[in-house]
């Protein structure tokens, strides 16, 4: 199988993606487009190793074009203010910082894959807030996570050993081998991710399920079928990928709105509520021994390593570093230029975290310039004020969710390999709830009917 990896990849995915659109057309109702564009999008495994290309080929890197298309089409629609700050943001500070930065990083076409990621990212998002059909959102949404299903249900297969589907290219001079991934030696099982990856994943898909169980009133049992099977699964896989990451995120995320929905205690659907939970619960004793013993298995080992104190004790000198060096505090230190040593010598390519990673590539002005990115987008999904809405409420658990994983894994601007498809996925979603949201607040509101009387005059 390893030989075949690449094969593997395209094949398995290509059968989920026909899967996704064939279940949200035919049952959601989700026009073909949407779905097929949601499918497309949603797919964590790269598809080709292209020339000139130093990372794996996703199936977003080949839509740039594209996007630069329908963006130069639909400019006038554009939120020029977000499109500005995410340009300055994402592309070009991280540039300014390496021409001016004295340390040598990544060049060549390591450079300029990162490069080029950051600009699908941004016109991603841009492209998102000229989308101007409000149900998309729910579309997309609703086929990712039919994809997301068939994503959970292999990468548990292949845990478990019930089918033998790898993504690794087996290489004569190495007793592992590598992942198509590229991010580290022979990845096993959820789909090619590493641990940290299926945490993100999972933490993100959590919080839009729970919010839709609790709080959607749109008819049709196929969708509450479908949100409880994401649910069951991502519990299942967080559980045993032992990522702990993905635990605290997952909490995060379900947390926060599980707190927004006490706001809407008259439209929580507490039929579903109770099925769920006594689902949840028969799971939970199915599953509680196995669980406990991957759990313990963790904790023993990252307490052996203390591989968490020395992240957090190389991050400490990542902050104090920025600000004894005023060139690095200002400008950062470029792309791909992180190399400390930890207290257990062994040698990191990257702190472990989205902010410290900002802060040491881009400096505190671009660490700046990100957080503001962060709240404009956060306000920007703002919910409507009528009722609960699910949307708005599951995509802000999803974002809160993302911002805690970004403490000590990523969020959105993640280029490598696991995590790239996440960014972008995010991104245009939050481009189109930006953009149904900033249309509704310019919706003129209609006046309520101010009731007349009718006067007879007197003799009449």
């Not at 990451?245 to 909490?251: D, H, I, Q, R, S």
């Not at 599980?258 to 929580?268: E, G, I, K, N, T």
């Not at 658990?397 to 995590?419: D, E, I, Q, W, Y």
């Amino acid at each position: 199988m390893y030989t075949h990896a690449w094969q593997n990849a395209v094949i398995l995915q290509s059968l989920i993606a026909i899967g996704a659109v064939l279940i949200a057309v035919s049952v959601l109702r989700v026009r073909f487009g949407r779905a097929l564009l949601a499918a497309l999008l949603f797919n964590t495994l790269p598809v080709m190793k292209a020339p000139g290309f130093q990372s794996p080929v996703f199936v977003h890197d080949l839509l740039l074009p594209i996007l630069v298309i329908v963006l130069l089409l639909r400019f006038s629609r554009v939120s020029h203010g977000l499109l500005a700050l995410a340009l300055m943001t994402v592309f070009l500070w991280p540039i300014i910082g390496v021409l001016v930065t004295v340390t040598q990083g990544a060049t060549g076409h390591g450079y300029l894959t990162y490069l080029y990621r950051r600009l699908d990212l941004v016109l991603f998002l841009a492209v998102g807030t000229t989308v101007v059909a409000p149900k998309m959102t729910n579309d997309v949404l609703d086929t990712f996570m039919i994809v997301w299903i068939g994503m959970a249900a292999v990468g548990l297969a292949q845990y478990f050993g019930v089918v033998d589907v790898d993504f690794v290219i087996k290489d004569p001079g190495s007793a592992a081998g590598d992942s198509i991934l590229t991010d580290s030696a022979a990845q096993r099982g959820f789909m090619g991710l590493n641990r940290g990856a299926v945490g993100v994943w999972c933490s993100a898909v959590s919080a839009y399920c729970v919010a839709h169980l609790l709080l959607d009133r749109r008819p049709g049992s196929a969708r509450v079928i479908i949100y409880t099977v994401a649910t069951a699964l991502t519990a299942t896989v967080v559980l045993f990928s032992g990522s702990r990451t993905g635990a605290v995120a997952c909490l995060a995320g379900v947390g926060y709105v599980a707190v927004v929905s006490l706001r809407h205690m008259r439209d929580l659907r507490t039929g579903r509520l109770m099925v769920f939970g006594t689902m949840a619960a028969a799971g939970a004793i199915y599953l509680i021994g196995p669980a406990l013993s991957v759990v313990g298995k963790r904790l023993d080992v990252q307490s052996a390593q203390g591989s968490l104190s020395s992240r957090l004790a190389t991050q400490a000198k990542v902050i104090k570093y920025a600000f004894t060096h005023p060139e690095a505090a200002l400008f950062g230190n470029g792309h791909d230029t992180f190399q400390f040593r930890t207290a257990l010598n062994t040698r990191l390519t990257h702190p472990h975290s989205e902010y410290i990673e900002t802060l040491w590539s881009a400096g505190l002005p671009g660490l700046a310039l990100y957080l503001v990115l962060l709240i404009t987008l956060y306000r920007g999904i703002r919910p409507s004020g009528v009722g609960p809405d699910v949307l708005s409420i599951g995509s802000r658990g999803m974002f809160f969710a993302g911002c805690v994983a970004g403490l000590a894994v990523g969020n959105l601007t993640v280029t490598s390999p696991r995590l790239a498809t996440y960014g972008i996925t995010m991104v245009f979603v939050y481009g189109m709830l930006f953009a149904a949201r900033r249309r509704s607040a310019s919706e003129p509101v209609p006046m309520p009917a101010v009731p007349t009387m009718q006067v007879t005059p007197l003799g009449a």
